[in-house]
């Protein structure tokens, strides 16, 4: 089987490359017939290999009928698909739809995610999403809707055979998001997530003090073919960390809130005496 991409770059490159050719409905064979290529050059193209120049590219991408937008933002990929970490500056805010972070989610094994102010997005109810949109200095209120449908969208991921590690501050669990309703129907939707077979909620209580988590959220994600990576997102723009050194950083970080935070049958009793 071909190698694909290993970077997180690559892989969006390869997967939009795909799509752009699937969406032809003509095979790799009649598709590189009409470029004039062999069709083994394809297919070192979608997988990572190489072998094509970026006038190339643009001539596939040109047959295949891409949307500019689509066509630019894989020819901006191209030339560093191979290139590990990656800075998405997002302009004034993210994306509705995050697609790096979507598709890492989708071939994801294992998701580590640790949580300094807010539910994660993963186990989040619509009230509490819109109330957290809402409140954002950036977004513009005509695209609330559609970013709570594209959040909730995301939570498809879960059951598919992604294991899920929720670390949550304490500090998460109290402010009314939503109002006092919305976040009691947050706080018992834990509860039912965190009965399933692949998630499991662990609370760092205010009890431990200092701890290792103080310098803010992030997610780890782990693969069956690929390195792990980890994710992080700011006000507009959102970091990818694939650097195996960087990335080993942060597992000593998840070692370190592993040992103080309560284990999952206490962490569900601190939330259900948050309910009372």
């Known amino acids: 089987m071909p190698k694909r991409f290993s970077t997180a770059r690559g892989r969006e490159f390869g997967d939009g490359l795909r799509a752009a050719i699937a969406r032809t409905g003509m095979t790799a064979r009649a598709l590189a017939e009409v470029l004039g290529w062999q069709e083994a050059k394809l297919s070192d193209l979608v997988n990572g290999k190489g072998g094509a120049t970026e006038l190339e590219l643009a001539l596939l991408l040109g047959v295949c009928r891409t949307p500019p937008e689509e066509r630019d933002h894989l020819l901006a990929l191209f030339n560093e698909a191979n290139l590990k970490g990656w800075w998405q500056d997002h302009g004034a805010c993210t994306p509705i739809r995050p697609r790096t972070l979507i598709e890492h989610e989708r071939t994801a094994k294992k998701l580590i995610s ?5 539910v994660h997005a993963l186990i989040q109810l619509p009230e509490y999403a819109r109330a957290e949109i809402a409140a954002s200095a950036n977004v513009p209120e005509d695209e609330i809707e559609e970013r709570v449908h ?20 304490e500090a998460a669990l109290l402010p009314p998001i939503g109002g006092h309703e919305a976040m009691e129907a947050q706080l018992e939707h834990l509860l039912k997530m965190a009965a399933r077979s692949y ?78």
């Open 114 to 118: 640790w949580q300094v102010s807010l």
């Open 199 to 276: 998630v499991e909620l662990r609370i760092v209580p205010f009890s431990v003090g200092a701890h290792a988590g103080l310098a803010g959220s992030f997610d780890m994600l782990t693969f069956h073919k690929y390195e792990p990576v980890v994710f992080m997102d700011s006000e507009n723009s959102s970091l990818i960390i694939e650097a195996p050194p960087a990335v080993k950083s942060y597992e000593r970080v998840l070692e370190a809130l592993d040992e103080i935070a309560l284990d999952a049958e206490q962490s569900k009793g601190l939330v259900k005496r948050l309910l009372t």
């Open 150 to 169: 594209a959040r909730i969208e995301r939570q498809m991921v879960l059951g598919s055979g992604l294991k899920c590690h929720f670390y949550l501050h």
